[in-house]
């Protein structure tokens, strides 16, 4: 929403800092001259939020000031989901360069298992596309190669891969969590 009104329909009946026109500028303004813009300034900006104005222009005689607000950006969605819906057009799943497939199966304290680990900070998938079978299950066999979730970071798809031969025992993240690096993915019981 933009407003265009000069200073003394804006504040209304109110007597305030709206009243009388900016005149801080140029290197002759006294500090108290720019100080009282600054509270002009600030009220505008108290105006915006509470009206829930983007756009604000002030004219006062001469003087003219002019005032925009950044909108909130809507949350990303992640591009597996939005790719799966068109028809025709796969997700396209890309690695950086020199990116890691994955984390090395690390021993689980005391457990015998191995830890699948996520090399990056992103949103965790289980299936390429909503309507497909996830990568892998509880008690699917794994090897080195087998993709076992996407982790989607920076619009970008990237391919986890299991890195270690076993049967995939306990998954710890659901599909659409954030996932930190380092965090714990699935555990597999070696061969």
Same mark, same amino acid.
């Given at each position: /929403?933009?407003?265009?009104?000069?200073?003394?329909?804006?504040?209304?009946?109110?007597?305030?800092?709206?009243?009388?026109?900016?005149?801080?500028?140029?290197?002759?303004?006294?500090?108290? $001259?720019?100080?009282?813009?600054?509270?002009?300034?600030? +009220?505008?900006?108290?105006? /915006?939020? *509470?009206?829930?104005?983007?756009?604000?222009?002030?004219?006062?005689? *001469?003087?003219? &000031?002019?005032?925009?607000?950044?909108?909130?950006?809507?949350?990303?969605?992640?591009?597996?989901? /939005?790719?799966?819906? #068109?028809?025709?057009?796969?997700?396209?799943? /890309?690695? @950086?360069?020199?990116?890691?497939?994955?984390? @090395?199966?690390?021993?689980?304290?005391?457990?015998?298992?191995?830890?699948?680990?996520?090399?990056? &900070?992103?949103?965790?998938?289980?299936?390429?596309?909503?309507?497909? +079978?996830?990568?892998?299950?509880?008690?699917?066999?794994?090897?080195?190669?087998?993709? !076992?979730?996407?982790? *989607?970071?920076?619009? &970008?798809?990237? +391919?986890?891969?299991? *890195?270690?031969?076993?049967?995939? !025992?306990?998954?710890?993240?659901?599909?659409?969590?954030?996932? $930190?690096?380092?965090? !714990? #993915?699935?555990? &597999?019981? @070696?061969?």
């Amino acid at each position: /929403m933009t407003l265009q009104s000069d200073a003394r329909s804006l504040s209304g009946s109110r007597a305030g800092p709206l009243d009388c026109p900016f005149r801080a500028s140029g290197k002759d303004a006294t500090m108290a $001259e720019k100080d009282a813009d600054v509270q002009k300034i600030k +009220e505008l900006l108290k105006i /915006m939020k *509470e009206n829930d104005l983007v756009k604000i222009d002030i004219r006062h005689g *001469e003087d003219y &000031v002019s005032l925009q607000r950044a909108l909130p950006q809507p949350p990303a969605t992640a591009l597996g989901p /939005m790719m799966a819906a #068109l028809p025709g057009v796969g997700t396209p799943l /890309m690695m @950086p360069q020199g990116a890691p497939l994955g984390q @090395p199966g690390a021993p689980a304290q005391g457990t015998g298992l191995l830890e699948i680990k996520s090399p990056i &900070v992103g949103t965790l998938y289980e299936a390429p596309s909503p309507d497909s +079978e996830p990568y892998v299950e509880i008690g699917s066999h794994v090897d080195p190669q087998t993709v !076992v979730c996407i982790i *989607e970071a920076m619009k &970008v798809m990237n +391919e986890i891969r299991a *890195e270690v031969s076993g049967t995939i !025992v306990e998954k710890t993240v659901a599909t659409g969590q954030a996932v $930190e690096y380092g965090q !714990v #993915l699935c555990r &597999v019981r @070696p061969d």
